[in-house]
């Protein structure tokens, strides 16, 4: 019990400590207007005026880049039965049929954006890698902040709200999606510190986890136990949690637990302009492939 007081309090202080470092970068995100603001509910991203190279070059937080590739069937906005859990959610790029002419069930990607952020923003660049595998589920964070929600810290309030998403989509597209196959469950900033708390506290949910520009800790045996295979960890160098997480890497590694740090290269706290180009192999590989 003291030993759970005392890693729920470090979270927490985790959790106050990237709020610190966020807040600067999200009230700078908003200045640059991201996607999410100007892009209504079913919207393709595609849709949205796409920055100017140099403007995302610039840009802070969850600031999505240039796709090369088309995006796939419109995304939409479902929502959890009670309204528990609403998320941004992206379907398969490519449909595979089974023997009886039916559509395969396929694997879930979740992504948790950071403090104040938004789903379709934090998500832009996963789309194509994660919709090659099978769905991309975006939730939204349950608190209101800054003109975007954040996530609570608190583990089963995320991790309800985000299994309420996922089970919504399922529902919504019966037989669509693989409820029992290994997910993986990526995080970014505050949605970092929430996604290892998640993926710690699951049993066999996630096999790959995925944490960028996050103050963060992971521990190796609580992840095994929980069924997670591989991990990325990544940030910018510029970052002040880039030192941090090259560190966490090398200690779960050192443990037996598969990990890659990616550098986002010379950039600070939020997504670089190829960040889409930088996590597509890193994402492949913590899904299970080579």
Excluded at 41 to 70: C, H, I, L
Excluded at 190 to 214: C, E, H, P, R, W
Aim: charged share 15%; with cysteine; proline share 7%.
């Amino acid at each position: 019990m003291d030993r759970e007081k005392t890693r729920v309090r470090s979270a927490r202080a985790m959790g106050v400590v990237c709020a610190g470092v966020c807040a600067a970068v999200c009230l700078a995100a908003m200045a640059v207007a991201p996607l999410a603001r100007s892009q209504t509910p079913g919207a393709s991203p595609a849709a949205a005026a796409a920055p100017a190279p140099s403007a995302v070059a610039s840009s802070v937080g969850e600031q999505t880049t240039v796709r090369a590739a088309a995006p796939p069937e419109v995304p939409a906005w479902i929502e959890a039965e009670n309204s528990t859990g609403k998320a941004f959610v992206y379907p398969p790029q490519v449909a595979v049929a089974t023997r009886s002419g039916a559509e395969a069930a396929r694997p879930v990607t979740v992504l948790l954006h950071g403090m104040c952020g938004h789903p379709q923003s934090a998500c832009g660049p996963f789309v194509d890698v994660s919709t090659s595998r099978g769905w991309l589920v975006c939730p939204r964070g349950e608190d209101v902040c800054g003109g975007g929600t954040r996530w609570r810290l608190q583990g089963p309030d995320d991790s309800k709200l985000v299994e309420a998403s996922v089970h919504a989509v399922a529902s919504e597209h019966q037989g669509e999606v693989d409820l029992t196959a290994p997910r993986v469950l990526v995080g970014f900033s505050l949605g970092g510190i929430a996604a290892v708390q998640i993926a710690q506290a699951s049993s066999g949910t996630y096999a790959g986890l995925v944490v960028i520009a996050s103050q963060v800790h992971p521990d190796a045996a609580m992840l095994r136990k929980a069924g997670v295979k591989r991990v990325v960890l990544a940030a910018g160098d510029l970052d002040m949690t880039s030192a941090p997480l090259q560190q966490d890497a090398q200690a779960l590694a050192a443990q037996g637990m598969p990990t890659r740090f990616v550098s986002l290269g010379k950039f600070g706290h939020g997504y670089p302009a190829d960040m889409q180009e930088r996590m597509r192999e890193p994402m492949t590989w913590v899904a299970g492939g080579s």
